[in-house]
């Protein structure tokens, strides 16, 4: 699915009319149905609704909507923000078929001073935001900042028509810089816009932004952003495996990783990520670490293999591993390498990195200490990474992507989008740059934004269970590497949602993902069925009336 700027956006609707014949009213009808359905299901205890309206076309799907909400047996009371005589276009239909006959409370607000007469209104146990929409130019001034303070006197839910007031369209950051409205649902149509899969523009991080189809043909949807979100390429893993598949189809990952000794004990980091590597579908996974971790790792799962390497005095892997026979025992058969979960950074270890990488040609995801010897060596990354010879991905939090960059990581964060878009061109690499609203960089500059996961992730092994994933998906789907990577991540952070339902953000482990990524698959197989049904595409949160997501949310609602 792209993102659309707001200007493609708006070009994407004259084109549907003026290219493909399908009336701009016919767009609004699509528009507001989708509103009143996601308010019904997803507040199904809210009887009196308040639909505040601007003069646009947001305000005429808020109209429209209104209508239809009203004529469902709701007691629906709307709010005009502006003279009904300067309405034009649709807007000015929706209006008249609110109005002739009246369905509900109409109600008519030409000055600020007008909202206080309307408190009683705010008592509904709905509000819903159809002031301004894509079209919108910050800041919010006059009526619309006005209604802002005025909503605050309610404790009603608001849900938000294409965006929430205030936020531009085009932003790509996590917070709006003016005021914007608060939102617990947000409803958008046809293709997200930047703010959609960068903003959070909900109160909370579970709460849903949704996009419903309204008509527009594919065709229509032309974009130059270079954006799309990443949920879309978990149909990669839906296709049925073949019925005499065996586990060569599905490739053989090596982890390499693993410290136990006097520099410390890090074999649980292998071990999750040979495990997350398991879960993921790859047929065989060998997980090579220190000989002392060797048992440890191997506990983690009777399917495992493991390969024991020369350990340094501290529990690290010996730069002695780097002879020819032993590189080529190790790496014979593998399809895909996954390295550095808990490797540690001593001389020796970073010399047998820099050699394991330098030698094998395999597809490789780098991660955690393995990307700080990278950084401490770009002459080595640049050779690694010719264009177009071999598969790297690198997996870096923001300190990570910081030392790699040469830059700090206040300048990560402030420019996330630009820092791993310009990173994976100049070096030919796919970049994941975790963290909220992870980013997957391609080499010819398209990015895919993720939007699953959730505070409980900030966790310890969290990235090492990406890692494994990856190099799972990557070892079933060579031929289609940059989904792979993409639908990793978007499952990781799937299945944690989930998992977050039945537990909390505070006592998530990372672990916990792997239990949950069964489910993660059944339910994105589960939401795209119903997107024929209903129309909507869950960029957050989970459907309220999906089975599995009934059961996941527990006390969550």
């Known amino acids: 699915m792209q993102v659309l700027s707001a200007a493609e956006m708006q070009a994407c609707d004259r084109a549907t009319t003026e290219r493909f014949g399908i009336p701009s009213l016919n767009l609004m009808r699509a528009a507001s149905a989708a509103v009143a359905a996601l308010a019904r299901e997803r507040f199904p205890q809210a009887r009196r609704i308040t639909v505040l309206c601007g003069r646009g076309n947001n305000g005429g799907d808020g109209m429209m909507a209104a209508r239809l909400l009203a004529d469902a047996g709701l007691e629906v009371t709307t709010l005009l923000l502006g003279a009904p005589g300067l309405l034009t276009g649709d807007a000015a239909v929706a209006w008249s078929e609110l109005t002739n006959p009246m369905r509900g409370q109409v109600r008519v607000v030409t000055e600020a001073r007008d909202l206080a007469r309307h408190k009683d209104a705010l008592g509904a146990d709905l509000l819903v935001d159809a002031l301004v929409g894509t079209g919108f130019k910050p800041p919010l001034k006059g009526l619309a900042l006005a209604a802002l303070e005025w909503v605050q006197g309610s404790h009603a839910p608001l849900l938000a028509v294409d965006l929430p007031s205030g936020w531009p369209a085009d932003a790509t950051s996590v917070a709006a810089d003016g005021p914007v409205f608060p939102a617990d649902a947000v409803v958008t149509f046809t293709a997200p816009k930047p703010a959609h899969v960068f903003g959070q523009l909900t109160r909370r991080w579970d709460q849903p932004v949704v996009v419903a189809p309204i008509g527009s043909p594919d065709e229509a949807m032309v974009s130059t952003l270079g954006l799309h979100w990443a949920g879309s390429s978990v149909a990669l893993v839906h296709a049925p495996r073949a019925a005499a598949a065996n586990k060569g189809n599905f490739g053989h990952v090596l982890v390499v990783g693993g410290t136990l000794g006097t520099a410390g004990g890090k074999s649980g ?144 964060q402030a420019n996330r989008l630009n820092v791993a878009r310009g990173f994976a061109e100049r070096t030919g690499v796919t970049l994941v740059l975790k963290g909220a609203r992870t980013l997957i960089a391609h080499p010819d500059g398209r990015v895919a934004v993720n939007t699953s996961g959730n505070p409980g992730m900030a966790k310890g092994g969290s990235g090492d269970v990406l890692t494994g994933l990856i190099a799972g998906l990557l070892a079933q789907f060579p031929a289609d590497a940059a989904r792979a990577v993409e639908a990793a991540v978007y499952l990781h952070g799937l299945a944690a949602d989930l998992a977050v339902r039945k537990a909390d953000e505070h006592t998530l482990l990372a672990t916990d993902s792997l239990v949950e990524l069964s489910r993660a698959i059944r339910l994105r197989i589960s939401q795209l069925h119903r997107d024929g049904a209903n129309g909507y595409v869950w960029l957050q949160g989970l459907p309220a009336d999906s089975s599995l997501a009934a059961a996941a949310h527990g006390t969550a609602e």
């Open 269 to 412: 980091a292998p071990a999750m990520a040979a495990l997350a590597a398991l879960r993921a579908g790859a047929g065989l996974v060998t997980a090579a670490v220190p000989a002392p971790a060797l048992a440890a790792v191997a506990a983690a799962a009777p399917e495992l293999m493991t390969w024991p390497l020369a350990p340094t005095a501290a529990g690290q892997i010996a730069a002695e591993n780097l002879a020819a026979e032993t590189l080529s025992a190790l790496t014979a058969g593998k399809t895909v390498l996954a390295i550095g979960p808990g490797l540690g950074q001593g001389p020796e270890t970073a010399k047998f990195t820099a050699g394991l990488l330098s030698e094998t040609k395999l597809p490789a995801v780098i991660d955690a200490d393995a990307l700080n010897i990278l950084a401490a060596r770009p002459v080595l990354l640049g050779k690694l990474a010719k264009r177009g010879e071999r598969m790297l991905v690198l997996t870096p939090h923001p300190g990570e992507m910081a030392r790699l960059a040469g830059i700090t990581t206040v300048e990560v």
